[in-house]
């Protein structure tokens, strides 16, 4: 049984340009959670997932951050135009369920915007 | 607001001793708390997860408890080995948070042959 899946782990853009990170979640696991982890700082919620749905996006700055989750596929989170203060790790977990599920995490996306 | 604090940020020992990090919370209406460790570099390990329902969980050389009452939670590490060097991070599910996860800034923990 896999783990949670991220690629690419290591993501180079220049400012201005697109970034995409995908997740595939543990096998059976169908809640989805994005975080972020600034240089020398703690992780931080972004977004909450199920399949098709936002169910929490109250962590996700209010431009240029996007979530989804398709009926099929990866869960991507996209960054728009993106700027030096980007540059991060990116984790995604998931669980089982919400609320009283263990969250597993991802190797993460480690994002340097040059 | 929410806050989860972990004390102490950095903590060196030698090989062998017994050691405690703690992890402190505002917020109890707690489901549950969870431990991880995450090495340099790379993700989160899942450690143990206590759920608000339990006092403590064993895995190995590693016992978490957890004091709702109090709003603490302690990482207890056996007879360290410098392999167990690493970032711990402790993280919060509360009522309040729903989905989210809260997370303290971590004990970096440094075991010395």
């Not at chain 1, 993501?11 to 697109?18: S, Y």
Request: net charge positive; proline share 5%.
């Amino acid at each position: 049984n896999a783990g949670v899946m991220q690629n690419p782990r290591h993501l180079v853009r220049r400012r201005g340009q697109e970034a995409r990170l995908r997740c595939s979640p543990m096998k059976g696991h169908s809640h989805v959670y994005w975080y972020r982890q600034l240089p020398e700082e703690g992780l931080k919620f972004m977004v909450y997932l199920q399949k098709e749905n936002i169910i929490d996006e109250s962590g996700m700055p209010k431009e240029r951050f996007s979530a989804e989750f398709p009926k099929e596929g990866p869960s991507i989170l996209r960054i728009q135009q993106v700027v030096r203060g980007d540059s991060a790790a990116y984790f995604c977990a998931s669980s089982l369920g919400w609320g009283t599920g263990e969250a597993f995490f991802g190797q993460g996306t480690r994002l340097t915007v040059v | 607001k929410q806050e989860v604090t972990q004390i102490p940020a950095a903590l060196s020992v030698p090989e062998g001793e017994n050691l405690v990090l703690n992890c402190s919370f505002t917020d109890s209406a707690i489901y549950n708390l969870q431990w991880f460790r995450q090495d340099p570099g790379k993700g989160l390990t899942s450690l143990l997860l206590i759920q608000s329902s339990q006092r403590e969980q064993t895995s190995g050389r590693l016992n978490a408890s957890l004091d709702k009452s109090s709003g603490r939670s302690t990482l207890y590490i056996a007879a360290s080995q410098p392999g167990d060097s690493a970032t711990y991070l402790c993280a919060e599910l509360s009522v309040t948070s729903g989905s989210r996860l809260t997370f303290g800034e971590g004990t970096q923990l440094t075991v010395n042959p």
